[in-house]
């Protein structure tokens, strides 16, 4: 991993509130909206979900100026989110990595990291969207997929019903392995409270089938985003 004096660790935002600017202003800095919009919702990471997530170096990377060097070195932020309908799958999203240290493992350790710490608590898929690092992802074992639909975050005001409605996996003829509740024919529906994570162990969470991909390949998607730009729906099985 290049001159790096080692220590890394992914430590959920949350838990380190003194780095809510610094996250906000790696976000920022790659996909712009308000500060306080982003603020807003890095504010809401939990352990139930959307979890904002930190790669952390105890000292800087020795290629940066002293002045931005302290005790603790933001390297990576990624967030993850429940899956409707999917309840051994998390979403992956804000994946980053401040630009001055691209190119030197660390997206590939953030993933790594993010991986186990989504496998230690009994999930065994992750989802992401692209619109063009695909190939980054693929590098790293994503393969192409289908939509799931995201829970970005739960309130406590959100009645059951809503929730689920809401939790109907959207296209319920592509059924895939993480879909059924383990031991039940029925899916899933997290508490409206706080969705725990699933049950350990993850019995019913078998491996990946072949991804049904219709007609999506690595350099071209039948997929649009909410503004009709062409998006990549990826997965692993971790
Ligand atoms: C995408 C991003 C997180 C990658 O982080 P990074 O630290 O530069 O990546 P790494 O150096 O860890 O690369 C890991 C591996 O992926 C490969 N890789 C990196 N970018 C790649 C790309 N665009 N295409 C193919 N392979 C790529 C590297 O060669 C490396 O391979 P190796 O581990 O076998 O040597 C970083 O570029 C970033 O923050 N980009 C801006 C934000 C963004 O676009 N996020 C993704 C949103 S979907």
Not at 23 to 47: I, M, N, P
Not at 62 to 78: N, R, V, Y
């Amino acid at each position: 991993m290049g001159s790096v004096s080692e220590e890394l660790s992914l430590v959920p935002l949350h838990q380190r509130p003194e780095l809510m600017e610094a996250c906000a202003q790696l976000l920022g800095e790659e996909w712009g909206k308000s500060r306080a919009s982003r603020l807003h919702s890095l504010q809401r990471s939990s352990d139930a979900f959307p979890t904002c997530l930190l790669l952390l170096q105890s000292s800087g990377p020795a290629q940066l100026p002293a002045s931005e060097k302290s005790p603790c070195q933001l390297l990576g932020h990624i967030r993850l989110s429940r899956v409707a309908g999917h309840p051994c799958s998390l979403f992956v999203e804000s994946v980053v990595v401040p630009k001055a240290l691209r190119g030197q493992g660390y997206g590939r350790k953030l993933m790594e990291a993010a991986e186990r710490y989504a496998r230690a608590r009994g999930f065994r898929r992750l989802h992401l969207t692209t619109h063009d690092k695909q190939h980054f992802y693929a590098h790293l074992g994503y393969t192409l997929a289908e939509p799931v639909q995201v829970m970005p975050f739960m309130s406590p005001g959100i009645s059951a019903e809503v929730l689920r409605v809401f939790s109907a996996h959207p296209r319920p003829a592509v059924s895939t392995p993480g879909t059924l509740v383990p031991g039940t024919n029925k899916r899933s529906l997290p508490s409206p409270d706080v969705p725990p994570p699933p049950p350990l162990p993850p019995q019913g969470c078998s491996r990946a089938a072949p991804a049904t991909t219709c007609g999506q390949s690595i350099l071209e998607t039948p997929h649009r985003d909410a503004k009709g730009v062409p998006i990549f729906w990826m997965k692993k099985d971790v």
